[in-house]
Structure formats: structure tokens, C-alpha cells
């Protein structure tokens, strides 16, 4: 069958189209491959599966809550009650050399201890060291009788502090964790609580060791102190918080760690067993490190502020002096808080720092860049300032005139 020479013309049209469609794809294609534009935007990771019957991630400098599972259910906690016992001690005791004895009452708690005796003699620090390390209850006890004068007065304490950091899902019976009704938090208000806690170094310390060594009377070697908490053992990068297990609370956990740059808190109330209370920690740390990124923050001259300059009308642009990258949650938008004048006194020389800005993520700093004079200006002359005012008469006559010959016009 013949055609037209108008179809032929058609048909080469179309071949050619069809040529350059293709040509353009490969180009695309490859583009994609050297970088030249963005791949897809990828889905959020799907949070793990664990075994607690309550769990929470919450990101430590911030504070924002980025897993919860039964959140605010309320737990037996376990040692983990030792959290609030240590933080009470040390916000109350400022010498942490001084020497306590031991009572009766201290010696008979029984379960996880480092066996004390009546009389015996040893400072708040070793104390400390052997209930946050060793999670001894007879040296909760012993530490409550030194701080508060008995068990009952310091659990008090405990109750009005939880009051004060807004833990409402928490309540003490004791100070140590044994089972006991009444005694109870949730995994939210533990992470809250061990956020507290890290902020203080010396709590920080503590809860990093994994082993260590105190003084045992009428022994010819000390008491070996090991965390329950072998995650300090297995990992690196996790640097606390504190274990706890009983019939009641199975087996319980805060943990801290930094991963990709990054600082999270890990709360697991009711574990079935101690291999799963690990695993599901590590999941839970390595899930929250996949929802973060680097992110460029700021960048070198940017604009961010505008101030006046005396006997200038075009003003001075302020901009950032270095760029920032920050590790943020890829999904969080960053805001910025500038703090600069609004006006400036002459001389001002280029680069001359005169503000800040705030880089904040989820409520919390992530960064903070000085703003400095985009341009230099000199001191102004009785030339530049005499310049000045008869430019604005005369700005200002122009104006008038403009105005009274509008009004005249619409009269007319």
C-alpha cells in the first residue's frame, strides 16, 4: 500500500518525537544516577515489634517523645525506682566523702545487696556506687536513713519530687523496688525521670560503670560491684541508665545511648526475660537513629536581619557568619530565634559581629551562629551628615509638593 508524501512527513515527525522522548528518559536516568536530582522521597522506617508490655524512645535533648507503646500505663518499676533514690541523695548531699553509718533497718531489706552490716562504716559515694552500680537495696535504705532520717520520711521526698517534675502516672512505697502496692511509674514518666537524672554529672558517672570496687570490713578483699545493665557491657555507646527485675515488674530498664550523633533515653517496663529486655532495647535505639539526619542548619551570608544606619537610608543587612549542620529529626522543622539591633551606631566595620541567631529542633538548641555587617560603614563626617539632612529636606519638600498639587487637582 502506498502513502502520501503527507503521511511520510507525518511519520518522520513522529519518529522523531518518539526519538527525543527516549533521549530525554536516558538523560533523566542518568542524571538521577550522578546525583543531579534528588531520589524519591523514602518512608518513614516502621517502628519494631518488642515484648514489653510498655516501652518509650524519647530523644534526650529535647525531651520529644519518638516511640510509645503503653505510654502511660502504670508499672511496677523495680530498681529502676533507684533512678529517683540516687538523684534525691545527691541533690541533697553536697559531700559526697561523708561517712554513714549503717543502721539495723538497712541490713534486713534482703534480695540484691552487698550484704551490710550494723554499724559499718562507708561514705555516700561508695553508697552510691553500690545502688547504682550493684543496685544494692541495703544501701538504698542505708542512704534514705542518712538523708531523710528513716525509709518512710525519704519516700515521701520521693513522692513530692515526682509531684514537682509532673511524673503523674508514678508513685513510691520504697526506695529500692521490691514489690509492694502502691509502688509504681510508667515508661513515659521513666524516661522523664532519667532525662533529669543525666543532667546531673555526677549521676552521669555513676550510671556509666559498669564495674567497681568498695571497701568490705573484715574481708581481706572489697565488695566487687557489676551492673545489672550488661548493655554498658555489650555496646559503647550506651553510657546508663539502670536495670530492674521482680516477679511483679519483670524484668524493667532505662537506658541511654548516642547513636549517629544523636542521644536517646529507652524505657521497657515488663519484659519477659533479660535477653529480650536487650534486644528489644537495641532495636528501639537503632529505630530511633534511622528518624535522624545531618542537616544543613545555615549557611555562610545568609540574611537574617535588617538594622538602620545613622545618615543612610539604605541600612545595614546582617547575615550569618559561619554554616551549621546540625543532626535533627529529618521530619522536624528547625526555627530560628534572631537576636539583633535595629539599629546600629557608625563606625561599623565589615564582618563585625553584632547578633545572634538560634537554631532550635523539637523545643531544644541545636545551634546558635553569630550575624555580622555585610558591608562596613565609616564614621560619618559634619560632610556626610550636612549631605544627609538637606537630602531629606528636599525628599521631604518634593513630597509635600506632590501632595498639595494632587489635592489641588482633585478641586479643580
Not at 548493655?231 to 524484668?251: C, E, I
Request: proline share 5%.
Amino acid at each position: 500500500m502506498e502513502r502520501s508524501p503527507g503521511s511520510h512527513a507525518r511519520l518522520h515527525a513522529t519518529r522523531w518525537r518518539a526519538t527525543l522522548v527516549a533521549v530525554a528518559v536516558m538523560v533523566a536516568v542518568v542524571a538521577v544516577g550522578w546525583g543531579l536530582r534528588p531520589p524519591p522521597a523514602v518512608a518513614a522506617p516502621s517502628p519494631p515489634r518488642v515484648h514489653a508490655r510498655a516501652a518509650v524512645i524519647i530523644d534526650q535533648r529535647s525531651g520529644y517523645v519518638l516511640y510509645a507503646r503503653n505510654a502511660d500505663l502504670r508499672l511496677p518499676m523495680a530498681s529502676t525506682t533507684k533512678i529517683m533514690t540516687g538523684l534525691l541523695v545527691l541533690r541533697q548531699v553536697s559531700d559526697l566523702d561523708a561517712v554513714v553509718t549503717v543502721r539495723a533497718d538497712a541490713t534486713t531489706v534482703g534480695e540484691d545487696e552487698i550484704w551490710l552490716v550494723p554499724g559499718e562504716q562507708l561514705t555516700v559515694n561508695q553508697l552510691m556506687e553500690a545502688l547504682l552500680i550493684q543496685s544494692a537495696n541495703d544501701a538504698a535504705i542505708a542512704l534514705a536513713d542518712y538523708v531523710a532520717g528513716s525509709e518512710k520520711a525519704f519516700v515521701a521526698e520521693m513522692n513530692a519530687e515526682a509531684a514537682r517534675l509532673g511524673l503523674t502516672h508514678t508513685h513510691y512505697a520504697n526506695c529500692h523496688g521490691l514489690d509492694q502496692a502502691g509502688h509504681y511509674t510508667s515508661a513515659l514518666d521513666l524516661a522523664r525521670l532519667a532525662r533529669v537524672a543525666l543532667r546531673d554529672p555526677r549521676f552521669a558517672a555513676y550510671v556509666r560503670v559498669y564495674h567497681a570496687t568498695i571497701p568490705w570490713r573484715h574481708h581481706p578483699w572489697p565488695r566487687e560491684l557489676y551492673s545489672h545493665n550488661v548493655l554498658l557491657r555489650d555496646y559503647s555507646w550506651v553510657y546508663g541508665v539502670k536495670t530492674g527485675q521482680t516477679d511483679d515488674a519483670g524484668y524493667c530498664l532505662a537506658a541511654a545511648g548516642k547513636l549517629a550523633g544523636s542521644r536517646f533515653i529507652v524505657t521497657l517496663l515488663h519484659e519477659p526475660t533479660p535477653e529480650l529486655r536487650e534486644s528489644d532495647a537495641v532495636k528501639l535505639f537503632h529505630y530511633a537513629a534511622s528518624l535522624y539526619s545531618s542537616r544543613q542548619v545555615a549557611t555562610a551570608g545568609q540574611p537574617l536581619a535588617h538594622a538602620r544606619v545613622p545618615y543612610h537610608d539604605e541600612g545595614l543587612t546582617l547575615v550569618v557568619a559561619q554554616p551549621l549542620r546540625a543532626v535533627v529529626r529529618s521530619a522536624a522543622v528547625v526555627t530560628t530565634q534572631v537576636e539583633a539591633p535595629t539599629s546600629v551606631k557608625l563606625p561599623v566595620t565589615k564582618g563585625q559581629v553584632l547578633g545572634t541567631v538560634v537554631y532550635r529542633c523539637d523545643g531544644a538548641v541545636v545551634g546558635r551562629r553569630a550575624l555580622v555587617a555585610e558591608r562596613g560603614f565609616a564614621a560619618a563626617g559634619w560632610t556626610t551628615r550636612a549631605g544627609y539632612v538637606l537630602h531629606q529636606m528636599k525628599s521631604w519638600f518634593v513630597g509635600t509638593c506632590r501632595a498639595i498639587g494632587s489635592g489641588v487637582s482633585k478641586l479643580v
